[in-house]
């Protein structure tokens, strides 16, 4: 089988190129060719000598993922279902503003984490993503854009990785993907415009930290271990202390002066007055260490089989209101695109799930969710 380009890095393809036996800065010149200019046909690219373009096709080809489904939102946004294989499907959604065009990318087929509100963790989990299966989201996706909307210029300003899956548990593939995303020879992105969204895999972050510091968002959820525990398992691995202390730290490196905090807002079980004043109190305590954020209210998106409800608009904005008097800058996630089930967490992509995660959560779920053991006035 010969090699899909899109699972190096720069540093990667150099190293390919160089067991070609063709100097490492053709490199440069192939990559760019790749994501810059979106191509695949290597007799395209006509400043690459014909021998290795000879070789090239035979050791190498650029592949993206096939398309199951595509579809547009009357709000703009595009949903596209890839096929990677052996009865796995990911999801990737494009999200046009004003300012800027975010891409949504998928790291895994289903997700090993299982959070209750998450349609992706209801699915289970197959497999982690390869680098290229990773990268092929955004290099289809900013050619399909260019073409379709008769732009030459760059379309796609911003990756969140929030898709279907847990990045930090595939991080050996995440991290060249990254590196492709920030290079200038590749897609030129900011580190303040990649993020990567976590449950919390708090050695990864670390490592995260060293490697790639890229925006960072954490999916906080609850204001304490023991409702966090029941909506987030991860939780139980990493508590939230340590968690809230990972986040103070990975600062000293990331690109933003801030950790953007998660919070899906569901009825009766996280959004009351009581859970904002007890987040408020959290927080404060490692503020006193060092730690700046911003909350990002997110509205749950509701699915069948999940069994909890979207909190009201009003519950919504009261629980704004008590984080912002206490100073934190919050925000409420719009909507997007849920008329074509493009919204967050409702990304389920069609897994196969390997590992019996679906039929834990469904043992999980006829569990009643605990509520915070004080009373909530
Ligand atoms: N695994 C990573 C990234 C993917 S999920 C993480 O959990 O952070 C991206 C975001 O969507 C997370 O904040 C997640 O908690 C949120 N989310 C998941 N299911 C949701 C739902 N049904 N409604 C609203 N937000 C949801
Ligand atoms: Fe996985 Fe994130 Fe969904 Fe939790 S919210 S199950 S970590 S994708």
Known sequence: MTANLLEFDLEGLAVFCESLGEKRFR???????????????FD????????????????????????????????GTIKWLFDVGAGDAVETVFIPEDDRGTLCVSSQAGCAVGCRFCSTGHQGFSRNLTTAEILAQLWFAEHFLRQHLGQSE????????????????????????????????????????????????????TRLSQDCPVALAVSLHAPNNALRDNLVPLNRKYPLDELLEECTLYLNKAPRDFITFEYCMLKGVNDQRAHAQELVTLIRKHAGHGLR???????????????????????????????????????????????IDAACGQLAGDVMDRTGVANRIAQQRAVPIQWTDRKIS
């Open 27 to 41: 490199a440069t010149q192939l990559f760019r060719w790749i994501h810059q200019r979106g191509m695949s046909n």
């Open 44 to 75: 395209d690219m006509s400043d690459l000598a014909k021998v290795m373009r000879e070789k090239l096709k035979v050791h190498a080809h650029v592949a993206a993922l096939p398309i199951l489904s595509q579809q547009f939102s009357k709000d």
């Open 154 to 205: 760059r379309v796609i300003s911003n990756v969140v990785m929030m898709g279907m899956g847990e990045p930090l548990q595939n991080y050996s593939a995440l991290i060249p993907a990254l590196k492709a995303m920030l290079d200038d020879h590749g897609y030129g992105l900011s580190r303040r415009r990649v993020t990567v969204s976590t449950s919390g895999v708090v050695p990864m972050m």
């Open 293 to 339: 954020c911003k909350f990002n209210l997110i509205p749950f998106n509701p699915f069948k089989e999940s069994g909890l409800l979207r909190s009201d608009d009003a519950t919504v904005e009261e629980f704004a209101s008590v984080l912002i008097q206490a100073g934190f800058v919050t925000t409420i996630r719009k909507t997007r695109g849920d008329d």
